[in-house]
């Protein structure tokens, strides 16, 4: 006895093949959203697990001078003292720094509500930690004001741009790094982050016309 086929000359009984992998277009945003959580996981896992006891207070030191955006602040407040260019590019720097700042916590973390990692299952060393934050992950608002500043100040005096940006790709790394977010945060809080710079600069440049 043979099983029934289908109008394909494909067997259509029990003993079909089973049906194979569905489609990566058929699963859906959902899936791939889940897919991207799993390596945004595991990176930040390969980060804890990674001993660095040489850069681990250095890099704790910088997480804490960036929070509320002091280590932007002081170099805003020294650029200022610098002429006429410098005191543009401080004040493009800080109005940059205001948006991200509005925009990472007044919208993105309250509509992603995205949960801070579990630094303890992580086993991220405690010579790493910093006081982890009551507000949700997801974007980096550290990491955001960060680039919004670098980005804003290095358009408007080059010469900045270079030093600037290294810093901030440190601070954006040092939030991982201390355990206090994953990967994923801190892209999404640097693309934020030059969103923000280049509204300000917008702003700024319009009012110098005006």
Request: glycine share 10%.
């Amino acid at each position: 006895m043979t099983e029934p086929t289908d109008a394909d000359g494909g067997t259509t009984g029990p003993l079909a093949p089973a049906a194979g992998p569905v489609p990566a277009r058929r699963r859906g945003p959902a899936a791939v959203l889940g897919d991207l959580r799993a390596v945004d996981g595991a990176l930040y896992a390969a980060v804890a697990a990674t001993p660095t006891p040489t850069l681990d207070r250095a890099l704790r030191r910088l997480s804490h001078a960036a929070d509320h955006s002091r280590i932007w602040l002081a170099i805003a407040a020294a650029l200022a003292a610098g002429g006429p260019r410098p005191r543009r590019a401080a004040l493009a720097g800080v109005g940059a720094v205001a948006v991200a700042s509005a925009s990472a916590d007044l919208l993105g973390k309250r509509l992603v509500r995205r949960a801070r990692p579990d630094r303890e299952a992580a086993r991220v060393t405690v010579d790493r930690h910093v006081p982890m934050p009551a507000s949700a992950s997801f974007p980096s608002g550290h990491t955001a004001s960060a680039v919004a500043f670098a980005v804003a100040v290095g358009v408007v005096l080059p010469g900045a741009a270079v030093p600037l940006g290294v810093l901030a790709s440190a601070v954006g790394y040092s939030r991982v790094h201390t355990g206090v977010h994953y990967p994923g945060d801190v892209a999404a809080g640097a693309v934020l982050g030059i969103a923000s710079a280049a509204v300000a600069l917008a702003v700024s440049s319009a009012a110098a016309r005006s």
